[in-house]
């Protein structure tokens, strides 16, 4: 997304994963609602309550509970099912016309009916205001959207895209009511007119409240009688201490490594469970192909001969992540380990050096490696001082760390003021194609300066036009050891994903999926 820029979202972990379900669906808008409201803290911000702009991974938790998309993802799942849609599918065998029928009977949740003409505004509107913070990036393929009667949507695409139907399962395909929304502007009155399971009674500083939508037919069936958002603005100390007090039910995303290791070792005597999940999200290096230092090949190779992720995420983030080595992380379907195969898991000074000196380098390489305080998470800055020390070790390298606020690090970046910066990634949709072509394709989001076109005019269109998304497997290889060779990212680590809960909390293992869709139906408490 414009970077869904923020931190740690991994394919199902084992032992989970055969414990996860597709939840049951209920087309009469019989949700089975009835149980206590729930309590969750969060320590990133829900940044927007408009569609149009929203793209970031607390404003998507929003969309996912208050508004549908024709398609989502099941629990565990990562093939996109009906929802608003009874049934969608491609019309043609290019995959450039995709049509949509709307189930029977839906409505908004302050009564005002769904129809055709709700998906097709959704979609024009969003593409017309073209909001930077929002998710019209996804959707350059799209030509337009016809409306033929009140239950078909027929989405005409410029190109072939196999992925579309993913992208529209996503909070990106979130459908709003056309009364209630302006088409060259944004909502700015912090309210939401949805279909989805949940109305948003009241959206503040401090909290969010959602109760159930009476209204709602769909596949969700509720298990509470509502959700109360706690918001700790980054404080992950006042997170901990209020689920530790009973203040929330749950917590979810910004408890520190060392909180969740600590409660973990305490857990029993506190009445709080952990429940580990499945994640994509991931982190990299970020290499500007222009800069005077990082831009020469044996620098990149060098740093990349001498990263150790086991020590990192080890003392850094206390194995709540896993070392990455590719930029499609593991349980996405076309993920290989193309840096373990040409770098090795263990650090090696003499590779390292012949890379360096193969560049004609031959002195210490001086180099800043910029950072961001807790945008990509809370630990950055200490894992960027980390790897600063292994680089110095190696005697190769004088490395040093910058850490800047995040609106100044944006700007500096787009300015090519960095050599070297990290930048997170939480998926769209689980497919390969969400990790490659936002990264390596036209306009990269990265803004590292990379081009390949071996990558942009063959790979990434010819993997997105194929419908047997197994028959990628492939070209996305092929792609990630291009990106290896040359090192314009270096992958770092790919997240677990956690809730940490008070013990009569149920139901959390099935919103905790590489989807990254937070299933507030789910969540129950005893």
């Given at each position: 997304?414009?970077?869904r ?8 972990v ?15 808008g019989d949700?089975?609602?009835?149980g206590?409201?729930v309590v969750?803290g ?6 927007a309550?408009?569609?149009a702009?929203g793209?970031d991974?607390?404003?998507w938790l929003l969309?996912?509970?208050v ?6 993802f099941?629990?565990g799942?990562?093939?996109p099912?009906p ?8 019309s043609?065998?290019e995959t450039k016309?995709y ?5 029977d009977?839906?409505k908004f949740?302050n009564g005002?009916?769904l ?9 024009d509107r969003?593409l017309k205001i073209?909001?930077p913070a929002?998710?019209?990036i996804m959707?350059?393929m799209l030509?337009?959207v016809?409306t033929p009667d ?6 005409n695409l410029?190109?072939?895209d ?6 529209i399962?996503s ?10 929304y302006?088409?060259d502007?944004?909502?700015?009155d912090?309210d939401?007119a ?5 109305v948003l009674?009241s959206f503040?500083?401090d ?7 009476p209204?709602?037919r769909?596949?969700a ?9 706690k918001f700790?603005h ?8 209020a689920?530790l007090?009973?203040?929330?039910d749950f ?14 070792k305490?857990?029993g005597d506190?009445?709080?469970?952990i429940v580990e999940?499945?994640s994509?999200?991931?982190q ?7 800069d005077?230092v990082a831009g020469?090949?044996?620098v990149?190779k060098a740093i ?11 003392e ?13 992380p ?12 040409t770098?090795?898991a263990?650090p090696s000074?003499s590779?390292?050096?012949a ?8 002195g ?20 960027f001082?980390a790897?600063?020390k ?8 004088e ?8 609106a100044?690090?944006?700007?500096d970046?787009?300015?090519?003021k960095?050599?070297v910066?990290?930048?997170?990634w939480?998926?769209d949709?689980p497919?390969?194609d969400?990790f490659?072509a936002p990264?390596?394709?036209?306009g990269n ?5 990379f081009t390949?076109?071996?990558i ?7 993997t997105a036009?194929?419908?047997?998304r197994?028959a990628t ?12 060779q ?7 680590w790919?997240?677990k994903?956690y809730a ?7 139901g959390l293992?099935y919103c905790l ?10 969540i129950?408490?005893?």
């Open positions: 997304m414009n970077l820029n923020q931190w740690p979202v991994l394919p199902i084992a032992g989970l994963a055969s414990g996860l379900l597709t939840g049951c669906g209920s087309e009469n949700s089975g609602a009835g206590s409201t969750m969060m320590s990133d911000d829900v940044l309550t408009d569609p702009s793209y991974p607390g404003s969309f996912n509970n508004f549908q998309s024709l398609l989502s099941p629990s799942g990562t093939e099912q929802e608003a849609a009874k049934a969608c599918a491609f043609d065998a016309v049509k949509c029928t709307l189930r009977g839906l949740s005002d009916s129809t055709s003409k709700d998906v097709k505004f959704s979609f969003m073209n909001d929002g998710p019209a959707f350059p030509d337009s016809d009140e239950k078909t949507v027929v989405f410029k190109v072939p196999a992925t579309f139907p993913s992208k399962a909070g990106a395909g979130s459908i709003v009511d056309h009364r209630q302006d088409e502007g944004l909502r700015k912090g939401a949805g279909s989805g399971p949940y009674d503040g500083d909290n969010a409240v959602f109760s159930v939508n209204n709602y769909g596949t069936e509720v298990q509470n009688s509502g959700v109360t958002l700790f980054g404080d992950q100390t006042n997170l901990k201490n689920l007090d009973g203040d929330v917590a979810y995303r910004g408890l520190k490594a060392g909180d969740i290791a600590d409660i973990e305490d857990s506190e009445g709080i469970d999940g499945t994509a999200e991931v990299h290096l970020v290499f500007n192909m222009n005077p020469k090949a044996g990149r990349a001969y001498l990263l150790d992720r086991e020590a990192l995420v080890n850094v983030y206390e194995d709540t992540a896993t070392p990455l080595y590719s930029i499609i593991a349980g996405i379907a076309g993920h290989n380990t193309a840096f373990f195969d770098y090795g263990r000074t590779k390292a050096q890379a360096l000196q193969d560049d004609g380098i031959t210490k390489v001086k180099l800043t490696l910029w950072s961001t305080p807790s945008r990509y998470g809370p630990a950055t800055d200490d894992e001082k790897i600063a292994q680089l110095n070790a190696s005697g190769l390298f490395a040093t760390v910058q850490s800047v606020p995040f100044q690090y944006e700007k970046i787009e300015a090519g960095y050599g910066y990290v930048k997170g939480v998926p949709y497919d390969a969400n490659t990264f390596f394709g036209q989001v990265l803004g590292n300066n390949n076109s071996t942009t005019d063959t790979l990434i269109p010819g036009a194929e419908s047997d197994a497997d492939a070209d996305f290889g092929e792609l990630q050891d291009i990106v290896a040359e090192i314009p990212v270096l992958p770092v790919q997240a994903q940490v809960a008070r013990e009569n909390v149920y293992e999926d590489a989807s990254t869709v937070f299933r507030f139906w789910e129950k408490k005893g």
